[in-house]
Nanobody, 123 residues
């Protein structure tokens, strides 16, 4: 079992920044990839970003490229999502997730999920 807890969400004005954190515990040796997803009201949960165990291979959704950055600290069992130049359309509940696969961008490739943290971007 892997437990994931997100933090860092909140209310921010358009153009501002937030950093989301994900603390992992449990059998984290099984985690190859850490990912972030988001879900807005009335919409499906969508992929945002992922980072492999080594921390160098990263993937981003087109909608966040150039604005968001994902990174991880394996020693601290933490993953982060730095969110810059935020837009109102970024408003959603953001979820941290772990996957045993080296490459994972789909929901069903992740087997553990956090409870989510709300990010609200005002205009």
């Amino acid at each position: 079992q892997v437990q994931l807890v997100e933090s860092g969400g909140g209310l921010v004005q358009a153009g501002g920044s937030l950093r989301l954190s994900c603390a992992a515990s449990g059998r984290t040796v099984t985690t190859a990839t850490m990912g972030w997803f988001r879900q807005a009201p009335g919409k499906e949960r969508e992929f945002v970003a992922s980072v492999a165990w080594g921390g160098m291979y990263r993937q981003y959704a087109d909608s966040v490229k150039g604005r968001f950055a994902i990174y991880r600290d394996n020693d601290k069992k933490m993953a982060y999502l730095q969110m810059n130049s935020l837009k109102p359309e970024d408003t959603a509940v953001y979820y941290c997730a772990s996957s045993p696969q080296n490459i994972a961008t789909r929901r069903n490739e992740y087997n553990y999920w956090g409870q989510g943290t709300q990010v609200t971007v005002s205009s």
